[in-house]
């Protein structure tokens, strides 16, 4: 008969255990506490980078302010009147303007540059065929509903540094031009068979002096 009963042996075997575990030291790290080394860790730790922060989710909060300088006051094509005649003229023409009935007529802007031989042949001027290189606008209005014989004497034109105004029995047109021009130069063309007038117009630009 056993001196040690199977109670006892189980006991005995719970003991031997304890043991087992207990062996091992507190200050030997467990492979769960050594860390794992890899081709990255090789050198000089990299600096930690901040976390960002996460942007709202309200598309408002994405708008940046605008940086942009604001732009200086453009010079006014036509100045307020300092005398007592630009006054009155300027009141008379805008009296006109606001009970004339006549209608408006019809227009076309084009534009058009002076090409010699030296500019088709050997490019010397370096024009290209952008506006930019047009010495010249050339502004056609149509006058198709007036009689025949209406000539060029009949017909009013003003011509200012931005503007063209046009009159005839039956039409009237005000024109802001897109560039500034030289009205002391330029010529005027009264078509009679297309009952049109061509107006050549000089053009005054800031970059002129580099297209041309």
């Given at each position: 008969?056993?001196?040690?009963?199977?109670?006892?042996?189980?006991?005995?075997?719970?003991?031997?255990?304890?043991?087992?575990?207990?062996?091992?030291?507190?200050?030997?790290?467990?492979?769960?506490?050594?860390?794992?080394?890899?081709?990255?860790?090789?050198?000089?730790?990299?600096?930690?980078?901040?976390?960002?922060?996460?942007?709202?989710?309200?598309?408002?909060?994405?708008?940046?302010?605008?940086?942009?300088?604001?732009?200086?006051?453009?010079?006014?094509?036509?100045?307020?009147?300092?005398?007592?005649?630009?006054?009155?003229?300027?009141?008379?023409?805008?009296?006109?303007?606001?009970?004339?009935?006549?209608?408006?007529?019809?227009?076309?802007?084009?534009?058009?540059?002076?090409?010699?031989?030296?500019?088709?042949?050997?490019?010397?001027?370096?024009?290209?065929?952008?506006?930019?290189?047009?010495?010249?606008?050339?502004?056609?209005?149509?006058?198709?509903?007036?009689?025949?014989?209406?000539?060029?004497?009949?017909?009013?034109?003003?011509?200012?540094?931005?503007?063209?105004?046009?009159?005839?029995?039956?039409?009237?047109?005000?024109?802001?031009?897109?560039?500034?021009?030289?009205?002391?130069?330029?010529?005027?063309?009264?078509?009679?068979?297309?009952?049109?007038?061509?107006?050549?117009?000089?053009?005054?630009?800031?970059?002129?002096f580099v297209n041309f």
């Open positions: 008969m056993s001196l040690l009963g199977g109670e006892n042996i189980r006991l005995l075997q719970k003991l031997f255990k304890a043991d087992d575990d207990g062996s091992s030291s507190d200050d030997e790290p467990t492979a769960q506490d050594v860390p794992q080394l890899g081709p990255g860790d090789i050198g000089e730790p990299a600096a930690q980078k901040p976390k960002s922060k996460k942007h709202p989710t309200d598309p408002a909060e994405h708008v940046k302010p605008c940086s942009y300088a604001p732009l200086a006051p453009d010079t006014q094509p036509n100045p307020e009147p300092s005398t007592l005649e630009q006054w009155e003229a300027q009141q008379l023409h805008q009296d006109r303007a606001l009970f004339d009935s006549r209608k408006q007529p019809d227009y076309r802007l084009s534009y058009r540059q002076t090409v010699a031989t030296e500019d088709i042949y050997l490019q010397m001027n370096c024009k290209t065929p952008a506006t930019a290189s047009c010495e010249s606008m050339v502004v056609e209005v149509f006058l198709t509903a007036e009689d025949d014989s209406v000539g060029i004497h009949q017909i009013e034109l003003e011509v200012q540094e931005q503007r063209v105004t046009v009159g005839s029995p039956r039409y009237r047109l005000e024109l802001t031009l897109p560039h500034r021009i030289n009205p002391d130069r330029g010529n005027a063309a009264w078509l009679s068979d297309q009952k049109t007038l061509r107006l050549t117009l000089v053009m005054v630009r800031e970059l002129d």
